[in-house]
């Protein structure tokens, strides 16, 4: 009986380990820029590289006044001569889904990237908004990717007036054998 459930336990974390070994999730790309530098200055955004499968996104911008209306419109492209629209997009109410998560396609984001900022509390916003070594875990991705790479943009809006953009672009590849 103990035997044969050490056994599963331990199939079950091998065939874990495996698959994990078998996917790439990485950053490839990070394009920001505000439409209004008297609201959203970026002081930098950029990607480090720190192993093959590793990449570290860190953002440092300022909120320069106050805000409590924050509208963020967000899409996933999937690159395919060119970025193409697919089949995930959202418009959400940032101030009510960080009151009550609301969203499903939004709570997956939000899940993969709150325990690297400083943005994990309700409006108003207002002075550092930090993202720091940011990577992506595909354990926390429960949604079934092709694999392939994709680019999710997010304008973010105030008081629906489009301040900045924050793009971002990953690979995610399932197949070992297409790992290079
Ligand atoms: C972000 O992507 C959108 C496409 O959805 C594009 O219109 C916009 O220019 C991009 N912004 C930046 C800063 O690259
Ligand atoms: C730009 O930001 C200022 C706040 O500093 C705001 O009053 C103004 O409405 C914003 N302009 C646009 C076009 O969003
Ligand atoms: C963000 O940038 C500002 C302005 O350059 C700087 O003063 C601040 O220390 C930076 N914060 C972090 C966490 O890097
Ligand atoms: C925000 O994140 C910090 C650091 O991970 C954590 O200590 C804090 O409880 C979080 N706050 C909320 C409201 O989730």
Redesign the pocket.
Known sequence: MWTNLVSFIGAVLLFRFVLNEAVVFKFTNFECKSYNLSWFVF??YRLKAVSRDRVLLNM?G?VLHPVNNIQLHAKILKKANGFKPWILESTVDACRFMRKRYDPFTIIVYNIFKEFTNINHTCPYVG?Q?V?DFYLKSELLILPFPSGEYMLTMQWHFHSKRQFDTNVSFIYMEDLLKRN
Request: glycine share 0%.
């Open positions: 002081h930098n440092n300022t550092p930090i720091k």
